[in-house]
């Protein structure tokens, strides 16, 4: 079983930045891979960046070039920077992570707003 956490998100100007977390806990040795999803009002949910256990990454074509997901094994915990913001990035940003046995968790969420 994993626990996930989210922090960071907040209310950021367009062209600023944040700096999101997500502290997994409880089974955390057998997490395959972690990543993000968001989810703004009247749109589908869209994944926006994942990172494997080996380091691979991929983003979303919104994102690509402004965001960048990274993971610090000690820690347990996966971070997303968000650069250059605009505000169209405005959602709740969900972590997850995926088990090597196939199971899939998820964070409670943390409103990202990119306002002025």
């Known amino acids: 079983q994993v626990q996930l956490v989210e922090s960071g998100g907040g209310l950021v100007q367009p062209g600023g930045s944040l700096r999101l977390s997500c502290a997994a806990s409880?089974?955390?040795?057998?997490?395959?891979?972690m990543g993000w999803y968001r989810q703004a009002p009247g749109k589908q949910r869209e994944l926006v960046t994942t990172i494997t256990t080996g380091g691979s990454t991929n983003y979303a074509d919104s994102v690509k070039g402004r965001f960048t997901i990274s993971r610090d094994n000690a820690k347990s915990t996966v971070y997303l920077q968000m650069n250059s913001l605009k505000p169209e990035d405005t959602a709740v940003y969900y972590c997850y992570c995926r088990m090597g046995w196939g199971v899939d968790y998820w964070g409670q969420g943390t409103q990202v707003t990119v306002s002025s």
């Open positions: 409880g089974s955390i040795f057998s997490i395959d891979a």
